[in-house]
Each structure stands twice: as C-alpha cells, then as structure tokens.
C-alpha cells in the first residue's frame, strides 16, 4: 500500500503541483489536499494520512496553529512545514508545535521526495539553509553555566510549556495564575536567558535539558 501524504496550501498551484509529483512518486499518494486549516482540520482527522505537507502562511489559522491544534489528537501523524519562512522563529515555533520536518519552498521534485522517503524511515528532513540555520542556533543561544539555576521553579515551569508549543492563554489555564502574572514570568526568562523571543527561549531551554 502506498503511503498516503496530504497537503494543506492555499496556493492552487503548487498544491497541485506538488500532489502531482508525489503520485507519480512510488510508494506514495497524495490523498487529499486543502487551502485552509479550518478546511483541513476536520477532514485530516477522519482521514489520518501518514504525513502532511503544511504551509505557515494560511488564510485565517496559520500552519504552525493547525499542527499545534492537530498534533496532541493524531501523534501518529507526521507533519512536515513547506513554506517560504526559512527565519528561526518560524522554524523553532513550528518544530515546537510537533513539526517533524521543515522545508523550504523552492524545494525541487527529488528534494521533496527524498524528505518523504527520509519521514517515512523516521528522520526529520531540513532544507540544508534551514538546518544550516538550526546549528547557528543552538552554537548562538547555548545557555552558559548557570543560566537554568538563575530561573525559579515558576519560571522553569512555564518555559518547559513554552516548549511544547503552549500559548499563553493555555498557560494561565493550565496553572490558574493570572495572564498579568505570565506575562510577568515571560519577560523575566527572556531577561535571564539574556534572549528577545519566544523561540530563542525553547532554544536555550533544548541545551538545559539533560540528555
């Protein structure tokens, strides 16, 4: 059976164009393909393809809100962001999400097919500038000795929310403290890590981890 891969991009063209290659792909199909997560969302749930191809920019909900949304109810599924965004916010806000892989647009027919065979086996297929980016990353934001004991238990807490991808108004939720009180939280990370965005922060939180 091939794999079934679906496509959620509202621009008509590539989406069909890219359907197109991976059809003609062995091992592959592409199932179906939308123009809007608000279109997709419910169809993706009942269909439950082996992977999605998602673009970020979207009309009404972006992709990296659709694959925070869809992610955590079809874990099985993999999500792989083909967009025109190649910046560090972009990438580590959709892979914090639960995005799998992360393409850049211009990606030609092999590329495209070779990152498909690489999900499929279980990788997380770059596009070489994007990875080239991720390593820059995390050589610029690793935290220095000491940065992980400089945050409180709160403040701990809530960066490792901010790193499965959970919005503020989650946060407030999930710990019954006051969207003031989280914001408050935020900038004091953002202080002691010495960092200017959400991105940057999961960044540094990744090198605290222990492995």
Same mark, same amino acid.
Request: neutral net charge; aromatic residues 6%; proline residues 6%.
């Given at each position: ?14 989406? /069909? =164009? ?25 169809? #993706?749930?009942?269909? $439950? ?59 030609? %027919? ?13 990788? /997380?297929? !770059? /596009? ?21 004991? $400089?945050?409180?238990? %709160?403040? $701990?807490?809530?960066?490792? #929310?901010?790193?499965?991808? $959970?919005?503020?108004?989650? +946060? ?13 939280? +935020? %900038?004091?990370?953002?202080? &002691? =890590? ?9 960044? &540094?939180?990744?090198? !605290?981890?222990?492995?």
């Amino acid at each position: 059976m091939p794999t079934p891969v679906a496509i959620v991009d509202d621009d008509d063209v590539s989406r /069909s =164009l890219w359907a197109d290659w991976i059809d003609q792909a062995p091992g592959f199909s592409c199932r179906n393909h939308y123009g809007s997560a608000e279109e997709a969302e419910p169809r #993706l749930l009942q269909q $439950r393809p082996d992977i999605i191809l998602m673009d970020i920019k979207l009309p009404g909900r972006n992709g990296i809100e659709c694959v925070r949304r869809l992610k955590p109810q079809i874990p099985e599924i993999q999500f792989v962001m083909l967009t025109v965004y190649g910046d560090a916010d972009h990438v580590f806000d959709a892979l914090a999400a639960g995005a799998t892989g992360y393409l850049l647009k211009r990606t030609n %027919r092999p590329t495209l097919l070779a990152a498909l065979q690489e999900v499929k086996a279980g990788g /997380s297929p !770059m /596009s070489s500038t994007v990875a080239r980016q991720v390593v820059q990353f995390f050589q610029q934001t690793r935290a220095k000795v000491g940065d992980a004991d $400089r945050l409180s238990d %709160r403040e $701990r807490e809530i960066l490792h #929310l901010l790193s499965l991808g $959970r919005q503020n108004k989650e +946060i407030v939720t999930q710990l019954g403290i006051s969207p003031s009180t989280v914001a408050t939280h +935020i %900038r004091r990370i953002y202080e &002691k =890590l010495q960092v200017h965005s959400r991105a940057e922060a999961v960044g &540094k939180f990744a090198t !605290m981890v222990p492995r």
